[in-house]
Nanobody, 115 residues
């Protein structure tokens, strides 16, 4: 079992920045990858960014150059630095952790970007 607790969402104006955090606990040594998805009302849940246990990162095209995923292994925490935010980035952002093909999810944090 892995538990994930997100923080850092909120309301920001277009062009602004936010940093999301996701702290993991439980069976953290079995985690193969961690990252973030997002879901806007009426839309499917889309991958935003991911980082593997080996440190390889992957980004959705719509955030490349604006968002950065990173991690602090000592704190068992993964971060999503979001810069140059756009109104279309408004969504609930979910942290996930993958263990042997199974995904654990956080509760989600709302990010709202006003124009």
């Amino acid at each position: 079992q892995v538990q994930l607790v997100e923080s850092g969402g909120g309301l920001v104006q277009a062009g602004g920045s936010l940093r999301l955090s996701c702290a993991a606990s439980g069976n953290i040594f079995s985690i193969n990858a961690k990252g973030w998805y997002r879901q806007a009302p009426g839309n499917q849940r889309d991958l935003v960014a991911a980082i593997t246990s080996g440190g390889v990162t992957n980004y959705a095209d719509f955030v490349k150059g604006r968002f950065t995923i990173s991690r602090d292994n000592a704190k068992n925490t993964v971060y999503l630095q979001m810069n140059s935010l756009k109104p279309e980035d408004t969504a609930v952002y979910y942290c996930y952790a993958k263990v042997n093909g199974y995904s654990y999810w956080g509760q989600g944090t709302q990010v709202t970007v006003s124009s």
